[in-house]
């Protein structure tokens, strides 16, 4: 426990590393002198220390990205697949869902259970085995074995036992002993499996497998179409086949005395081991006969199961194999039972798959009852035990990427009732048709844990839908689904320019705005839009409402009062004593009609404007637009807040800030940033010269509208392509860790000298549509790529106009870009451009200015510029002056200042304590009325702590940049804290949250820190360096939330969600699910005595016998290296908090086994009964008997 206190004097204290607040930053903007409020402590006790935070990641949701390999254990029922970056997915039942990765980040080749061992062999690219151990909640490598000379190519481990065949691409086979990891002496070379008299060499091993009929003989494959099969007692080959075509895969009949092999020219050939020497039988599944007498041409088979059915005819299941003729056919599997030949249809290419049988020994009829199948981007199980072949429901969420996903947020603690709620709308909507079967991977054991609480996780997509799951107890879980695209018209490519630039995917989200108490939700468009949503249990007709609002004009455009008058998206400009004026306000048409001083507006999508029927759920209430201007799109809204107390949403983009009043329908506010500060503007720009040239600030007004469109198109695609589609770019441009910029020192001169003006930067004036979360520039060569690919429009912050050589992209933009130091207010001032972008906006209570006595509704705007203007408002307080009497907006008040672009603000009472913001309460609508109990609007504000007095003690506001973060007392607006995250890098996320009962600011930077600072003093908590930031994908979706949580898009097809508490670190071994389950191993079937008899000694093959040191000696050191698993702290920690689930496990176990021998006595007991009746019995005959003749008999 640490108590702070500080004594304010009223004045700003100086940042390290920055000027001076000076009075025209932190005036008032009404023009009140500044006076020092009467000294005042502020006593918070913080307590939250270092030992409160660890960094670890929890659970990864979603498809695995990039899979190479799939495994099934048919005892534990539980699933592993393997991918392209060294990930393992292993699932059972819903609610045990793990992930490993290895080290190396090698692919996945193959994967291979102990079945029922709770152990998991992977084979990777860089020709290593790892042994995995399954029996602890979290995996952990126990043993590594590295293959110098040779590359693995194929394993095979049979059941039961413990010695692993490795083929090689050389044609060798090795064997591993699984125990211990050490390559055996024993070893089946290429070129003794083979004839002598055989030329060539046989190619790499394709398969292998050992016979069903006797474990001692060895089925080698090699891919030129050779197969052998190898004596292991013997050392030598049985027989030998060679045929014409390449092989992809063989597979036994249960019996071992026949094969099925698979080939590349698409067909099937069946050999029986009485003669080799041709095979029985050889289809073409999909190869038809021609009019000449031959066959089609064929794909290859990759991959055919042959299993045997008791009750019915066997099923042959091989994927490929379709003709070439047949273009744009999709990837197919076939399935032949008998004479009926089905073939399935997949939407994406084949990876693998895998027959799921009833046994699993080989030596046993199969009964196969489903497949597994998959694909490059699903996983599907298809159920064999019905003539229609349905796929079973999948319980994971492995369709985040049905569309790409293009923004996440993260709610944690939501009010308990809203997802029952969600989840009951949605369940409406579900897909039919699927196998009333349970889900057959149904391994492992999963409880929810004591540390629950209702999690929300909303994707927004690249299609307009958004997804909400449930993400509670670190699971995930589809709730609803809402489609954007519904409110608007289909587009037509043919439809002007608006529609050519976005007529991939118009409707993309960009942001998402959620207030769980009201259930408002805001969804933010590609094409520059807005979309209201109330949520309702009732279908209703409504017809939307539209508003067009222009944000399209700058601070060049405005250039005398008297076009001011015809522009209806400003304000009257202030007058010279920057006295507040009433504001105009601009109530727009449902059909939001063009004003006739605006030429050349075009929308970019056409809103409904009929009647609609909407079903439960979420309904679309408003929908608000930005036009084209002049010929121009309106650039992307970079900024959104919603506050349903209020019933005001505020937004902003590069060109201003608007506030509409929803329920209202009116626009309130829509002016330049510029026109924001008044007399308090800390740059003091002046307006822009009507003589200026507009063409020489923009290099793409310079050419024909045809080609800016054009090229905007490209742009538009590319950059978006880049940051959807599903391939991962691990080579960003200057985006590694290793290519940080160094550390620019921030100048004093800026704040000190009002005449130094920013720097003008060509604009380069392309499209909004981006779909990415908004990042802003800060002028050194990383960051200015970053948004470039990100934007493909240039952005400015504070910090762009203190580096010494900003990134040019031309050299004529060199020439322009060119740094001057001159502090003169000379002419050339005038024809400065700064663009200065909204970055954050907040609703809530506090104080606009500093003779205020009690707070008021407030609008909190951050800028790319670190400006932070606090704006008071007027809200009619009686509900139906509320929908009558028009809100009212003052002139800016507070002006505040940071490093960096501002990205968050937070407040907190004078005790600490976290103030939320005000909300209504939920209320349905399209509910039937009660003239009893009529609805009535019920507001919810957060008033500061009980302890305090008065309202009029003030808050703390919290604020924090790319670079800094600064504590403010309202309402004198004084500086407490200052804090410098970074100096080499700068914050992607900022969020104020909840953690251990106490509250802190968590940022995660570009250079890939996690950290966490203390409030309200600014103390460093955590710095964990975690995940260098390589792709887009992690800065646009990274997201804290309440609780020590927080989540990022680690692939274009998985959620990774982390935790940085050390109480959810020190539980998460209760909340994560068991993989391994004490379950007794089924017993073999009796095989009769004449199957035994005249079946072969397969139960007498002694592998140990034959692979061991003794009698095989040891192999050649060079040839593997043995590297001894490296589970580390972490593993030493995991096997130590799951000592007492292996106690318990071993306790059960134990009484299992007490059991079974008490079991095994009284059957004992029984045989030695019958045994003793039986001596009776034969005594008696034999005195019978003994005095006959034989005769007699």
Known sequence: MKKFRKVLDGLTTSSPGGGTMGSPSCGSAAGTPTTAPTPKEIDVQETLVSENFQLCKTVRHGFPYQPTALAFDP??????????????????????????????????????????????????????????????????????????????TFCHLPFQSKWLYVGTERGNTHIVNIESFILSGYVIMWNKAIELSTKTHPGPVVHLSDSPKDEGKLLVGFESGTIVQWDLRAKKADFRIYYDEAIHSVSWHHEGKQFMCSH?????????????????????????????????????????????SRNSEPFVIFSGGLSYDKAGRRPTLTIMHGKAITVLEMDYPIVEFMTLCETPYNNEVQDPFAVVVLLEKDLIVVDLTQSNFPVFENPYPMDIHESPVTCTAYFADCPPDIIPVLYSIGAKHKKTGYSQKEWPV????????????????????ADGSIKFWDASAITLQMLYKLKTSKVFEK??????????????????????SWCPQSRIFCVVGISAHIILYRFSKYDANTQIVSLEVRLQCESEDVISPSENENNPCFSEPHSGSHSPQPHHQHPASPGGGTPEGVKDSALCLKVKDRVVRVPPGYQAELVIQLPWMDGEPPQQISSLDINSAYGLLAFGNCNGLAVVDYLQKTILLCMSTLDLYGAADPYQRLTRSPRRNRQSTSEFCMRGLSNFYSDSKKRIRTSYQSLTELSDNQQSVDMERSKSPTSVHYPTSLHNDPRVLPEPVASLRASHCSPVFYLLDNGYASRRAMLQQLHGVTMYSHDEHHTATPYCWSDRESRENSFSRS?????????????????????????????????????????????????????PTDQDERMEEPVTIGPSGAVLMLKGSVLRFGFLDCMGALIQSPYEVWRDLNAPEDPDRPRKRKLVHYSPSSSQDTCGEGHLAIVCSERQAKVFLMPSQSCLFVHNITESSFVLRADVVSVCNSVCLACFCANGHVMTLSLPSLRPLMDVSY??????????????????????????TEIQRITYSQEM?????????????????????NRGFLKGFFGGNAHTFDREELFGEAAAGKASRSLAQHIPGQAGVEGMKVAASGAVGELARARIALDERGQRLGELEERTALMMTSAETFSKHAHELMLKCKDKKWYQF
């Open 75 to 152: 005892v534990q029922k539980i699933l592993a697949i393997g991918s392209r970056s060294g990930g393992v997915r292993i699932l059972g039942r819903p609610g045990v869902d793990c992930f490993c990765q290895h080290e190396s980040g090698a692919a996945v080749l193959q994967l291979q259970f102990l079945i029922n061992e709770g152990a998991l062999v992977t084979a990777c690219a860089d020709d290593t085995l790892h042994l995995w151990n399954l029996r602890q909640r979290r995996p952990a490598i126990l043993h590594s074995l590295k293959f110098n000379r040779e590359r693995i």
């Open 264 to 308: 590349s020219d698409g067909s099937l050939t069946l050999w029986n081991l009485r003669n080799t020497s041709k095979p029985v039988q050889v289809t073409f599944p999909h190869g038809k006969i021609q009019k000449d007498g031959r066959k089609e041409s064929c794909k290859p088979i990759l991959k055919v199961d042959y299993k045997t």
């Open 442 to 461: 149904s391994g492992g054991m999963w409880t929810l844990g004591s540390h629950t609480y209702p999690e929300i996780i909303i994707t927004g997509h």
């Open 491 to 512: 587009p037509k490519p043919s439809e002007g320019r608006a529609a050519e630039l976005v007529d991939e995917d118009p409707f993309a989200v960009q942001m998402v």
């Open 823 to 875: 502090r003169s207010s000379s002419v050339s001032s005038i024809d400065r451009d700064t663009k200065e972008a909204i970055t954050t906006l907040q609703f809530g209570e506090s104080y606009g200015r500093k003779s205020d006595a009690l707070p008021t509704p407030c609008l909190w705007v951050g800028t790319s510029l670190g400006v932070i203007l606090v704006i008071p408002m007027s809200i």
């Open 1027 to 1052: 995940l260098p930031l390589t792709d887009m994908r992690i800065a646009r979706t990274f997201c804290f939330t309440n609780g020590g949580q927080a989540l990022y898009l680690s692939s274009p």
């Open 1065 to 1085: 670190y020190d539980n998460l071994q209760e909340m994560l699910g068991e993989l391994f389950t004490p379950i007794e191993t089924p017993e073999a079937q």
